[in-house]
């Protein structure tokens, strides 16, 4: 049988970038080399690309230093990359952040008429906008934690408001980071006004969003032979002081993360229901990922992760293994789901 050719993405010019490249070797280091030809494609923060064909030999470093590593070939720039596209069966997108969970890099696979693996466009731009996903999940009656919106151009008479309609603390969020980069927990009207104040220099507009106290969770949603289905969630204990799962509670070890979660089945079910309906309601493709906080016998949904990291401290691998399945196996599931359509 002849290989399927795949094109592991990675890189990008996203806060992520660094993420992105462990993830991208990651998948490149466990897909089948049995059933697939894979090659990797490292885009710089420039969004320069770099082109290894042969990956057998290929190591960490190479694809963090893509521009001097011999297995590498470029850079080429989008317009001009046709070669890397030819005959390859699809692109494993291993990229996070702007420029490929937001669904422009997608957007450019569609247009080459390249196969890829998870979200299309809409659903990508959708669910990576934390404001307008938002929007959606209201409008989905799908509860979400109240929330303002500062935008550019905004002034006192907006924070004034924002004062008045939430209590501290609060968490003030680009609305289009991923890797709980450009966002902060603010417990008073000082921390506030300068949180808002640096993300104000990136973004056109901020979300300001109501802590809700409960347990919080991360839900994988993955379609297995035709099936679409919810995982284990896991359950996110941060050990930091930071008292939400932050940056350094995702990569850096400073959390727990409990698979399958210490609570009653009706918790579980609950959870799982509702990374279901967020999935379906964004009209989500192959898997996804959804954060979720649970109080009450509630739950709120906190945001969507159209493209989850596929590291060795990442969720959905976590998931997946807690139901029997290798990483190997999860890959070989995402590519299998890509080239059906």
């Given at each position: 049988?002849?290989?399927?050719?795949?094109?592991v993405?990675?890189?990008?010019?996203?806060?992520e970038?660094?993420i992105?490249l462990?993830?991208?070797?990651?998948?490149?280091?466990?897909?089948?080399k049995?059933?697939?030809?894979?090659?990797?494609?490292?885009?710089s923060?420039?969004?320069?690309?770099r082109?290894a064909?042969?990956?057998?030999?290929?190591?960490?470093?190479?694809?963090?230093?893509?521009?001097?590593?011999?297995?590498f070939?470029?850079?080429?720039?989008?317009?001009?990359?046709?070669?890397?596209?030819?005959?390859?069966s699809?692109?494993?997108?291993?990229?996070?952040?702007?420029?490929?969970?937001?669904?422009?890099?997608?957007?450019?696979?569609?247009?080459?008429?390249?196969?890829y693996?998870?979200?299309?466009?809409?659903?990508?731009?959708?669910?990576?906008?934390?404001?307008l996903?938002?929007?959606?999940?209201?409008?989905?009656?799908?509860?979400?934690?109240?929330?303002?919106?500062?935008?550019?151009?905004?002034?006192?008479?907006?924070?004034?408001?924002?004062?008045?309609?939430?209590?501290?603390?609060l968490?003030?969020?680009?609305?289009?980071?991923?890797?709980?980069k450009?966002?902060?927990?603010?417990?008073?009207?000082?921390?506030?006004?300068?949180?808002?104040?640096?993300?104000?220099?990136?973004?056109?507009s901020?979300l300001?969003?109501?802590?809700?106290?409960?347990?919080?969770?991360?839900?994988?949603?993955?379609?297995?032979?035709?099936?679409l289905?919810?995982?284990?969630?896991?359950?996110?204990?941060?050990?930091?002081?930071?008292?939400?799962?932050?940056?350094?509670?995702?990569?850096?070890?400073e959390?727990?993360e409990?698979c399958?979660?210490?609570?009653?089945?009706?918790?579980?079910?609950?959870?799982?229901?509702?990374?279901?309906a967020?999935?379906?309601?964004?009209?989500?493709?192959?898997?996804?990922?959804?954060?979720?906080?649970?109080?009450?016998?509630?739950?709120?949904?906190?945001?969507i992760?159209?493209?989850?990291?596929?590291?060795?401290?990442?969720?959905?691998?976590?998931?997946?293994?807690?139901?029997?399945?290798?990483?190997?196996?999860l890959?070989?599931?995402?590519?299998?789901?890509?080239?059906?359509?």
């Amino acid at each position: 049988m002849e290989k399927k050719k795949i094109v592991v993405v990675m890189g990008g010019p996203s806060a992520e970038h660094e993420i992105s490249l462990k993830t991208g070797f990651q998948v490149v280091s466990n897909l089948d080399k049995n059933k697939y030809s894979v090659s990797a494609l490292v885009i710089s923060k420039n969004k320069e690309f770099r082109f290894a064909q042969n990956t057998l030999q290929i190591t960490q470093e190479d694809i963090n230093n893509a521009e001097t590593s011999p297995f590498f070939k470029g850079g080429y720039n989008p317009c001009d990359s046709m070669p890397i596209w030819e005959n390859v069966s699809g692109a494993f997108l291993a990229l996070h952040g702007e420029f490929g969970e937001d669904g422009v890099f997608q957007g450019y696979l569609d247009t080459l008429g390249v196969k890829y693996t998870g979200c299309g466009v809409l659903s990508s731009a959708i669910g990576m906008h934390k404001i307008l996903a938002k929007k959606v999940f209201n409008a989905s009656d799908i509860a979400t934690p109240p929330y303002s919106i500062f935008r550019k151009g905004d002034g006192e008479n907006e924070i004034k408001e924002i004062l008045a309609k939430h209590p501290f603390p609060l968490f003030v969020k680009a609305p289009q980071s991923g890797s709980s980069k450009l966002m902060s927990r603010v417990a008073n009207e000082e921390d506030l006004r300068s949180a808002i104040k640096e993300l104000s220099a990136n973004c056109d507009s901020i979300l300001v969003e109501e802590n809700v106290k409960g347990d919080e969770f991360s839900c994988p949603v993955i379609e297995i032979n035709g099936e679409l289905r919810a995982l284990f969630p896991i359950y996110i204990k941060p050990k930091n002081d930071a008292g939400f799962f932050d940056y350094n509670a995702k990569y850096l070890g400073e959390s727990e993360e409990i698979c399958p979660p210490p609570h009653d089945k009706e918790t579980v079910e609950l959870i799982q229901k509702t990374a279901l309906a967020v999935h379906k309601v964004l009209e989500c493709r192959g898997y996804s990922r959804t954060d979720i906080i649970v109080r009450n016998k509630a739950a709120y949904v906190l945001e969507i992760n159209t493209l989850p990291g596929m590291t060795a401290a990442s969720l959905i691998p976590k998931a997946f293994a807690a139901e029997g399945g290798s990483f190997s196996e999860l890959l070989d599931i995402i590519v299998s789901d890509m080239l059906k359509f």
